[in-house]
């Protein structure tokens, strides 16, 4: 009985650990060049690879969806961490490009998985989505809310990229990343630090809302294609935001975590920018000895899917070990970031 007499509630012990137990990626089978996409605007192979890192980007296929492309990355993170889908209990989705406005996409891929019933939702943080994802799974795995979680980074951003833009169209990729965030006899995952900048929201945005176009179909009646409301940036707006203000929180993030620079494995920032990634690099001073994520050169910008994808590479290429601390990074539209040190499965 509490003090007004009602009955207690019961509530999950106290704080658990938690940690990543298996990673997973999904690369679509297509490679663009920049060849071809300067086919649609007035760039170069030179321009685009001093200018981004980008070499080339994988595309999926136009019937390849969000939830095929999750689906791969899950199974493959659910095989390496031992777990089965029974054990999920919930189920994050960190997408801007499910081209539903409802319902979720997380629900469909639990049941494609046969996870029964789990609690599942998407997340809308650009390209801190899955960041956003680590720290609500950490959370609820410590707090006793779930012994395993799915998280999920994907996009299709090709569905909503204005190949004649010149200021977006070399930029974004497709692909997929997944986690399972579980129960663990260490800690494994530490304090996030997040946050956001609403008065930047033109910096990167779609182009038009929903509503916007709505009355070029119904009150015009028009059977043509209208104007598609497809992402759009003030590249050097971010860049400079990246770079000046994502640095001192990656500084920040690798203190909350009582560690320094010099006990990193693994440098994994979102991979934005090639540039954006060197200047990170200095600024934090980070030793020699620490390996940078660099797969932004094949895999292009992947939003919300580019952190668990470049991580995944460094584990399998041997570049990063497994068991050892990194330092991950997500930044984007809204503007949001989130930032957290995980230890690698
Ligand atoms: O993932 C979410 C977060 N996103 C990011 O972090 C992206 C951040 N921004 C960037 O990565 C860069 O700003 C871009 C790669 C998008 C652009 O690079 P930039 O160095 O900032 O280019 P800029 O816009 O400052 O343009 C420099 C020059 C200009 O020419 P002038 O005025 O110097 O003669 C542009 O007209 O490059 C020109 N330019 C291009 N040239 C060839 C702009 N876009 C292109 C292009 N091809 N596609």
Known sequence: MTVTGRKQITVSPGMRHARIHGLGGYRPERVVTNEEICQFIDSSDEWIQQRSGIVSRRRAAEDETVIDMAEAASRQALERAGISADQIGVVIMATVSHPFQTPAAAPGLAHRLGIPNPAAFDISAACAGYCHGISLANDMVRAGTADYVLVIGVEKLSDFTDKHDRGSAFIFGDGAGAAVVGVSDYPGIGPTLWGSMGEQAEAITQRESWTELRPQMEDTGRTDPIAWPSFVMQGQTVFRWAVFSMAPVAVQTVEAAGLTPDDLDAFVPHQANMRITDAMIKALKLPQHVPVARDIAETGNTS??????????????????????????????????????????
């Not at 399998?316 to 499965?345: C, N, R, W």
């Open 304 to 345: 919300a899917a580019s952190i668990p994808l470049a991580m995944s590479r460094m584990l399998d290429e041997g570049e990063a070990p497994h068991g050892g601390i990194a330092l991950q990074i997500g930044f984007g539209a809204g503007l949001v970031y989130a930032s957290q040190v995980v230890i690698m499965p």
